[in-house]
């Protein structure tokens, strides 16, 4: 009877070990699969506040009928970046932002591109848009790749795989 009940002692201390790592380890997990949707969230912030970023330079387009055609495709953009729910769903709109917002640049009287401070002044927040837009594509990396690893090691992976948690699609390193 002692030997029975010191058997059940040992495999409920046992049971208790598994069921606390298992605790501490989804939290790990999760805390990392938090930071890659916090950073994410950072990058779709990025995006949002370039939507109106070439609406200025409207009053030196030498087209205006493109140019409000180009700033309604970038308007668009905005659904496209609330759906967005991975990096590669980021990267295809901001390829588009970047390619619409270039053609606006382009309809841009170069007299006043090259002599108006307020055209040279958007460009130059563009630009800018541009600049955060891959420092913060690194941090978003940096976090995908730290909660990929982690599902990759045991026993993260075990866990991971007992509560579903799949790797986070990485993206185009090009971008």
Known sequence: MINRVGC???LLVIVLIVLIGTAFTYMSIDGKRRAVDKELETLK?????GLDTPRPLGGYARDEATFNSLMDAVAALKGRIEEAKTLPDLERVYGDFKEHTSDIIDLVSPTAAATNQAVRNQ??????????????????????NRYNSALSNFPESVVGAVFGMKPAPVGSPLM
Do not use: C, Y
């Open 123 to 144: 460009e130059a927040q563009i630009e800018g848009i541009f600049n955060r837009w891959r420092v913060q594509r690194e941090k978003v990396m940096e976090a995908i």
């Open 8 to 10: 059940m002692a040992v």
């Open 45 to 49: 912030g990025i995006l949002q506040q």
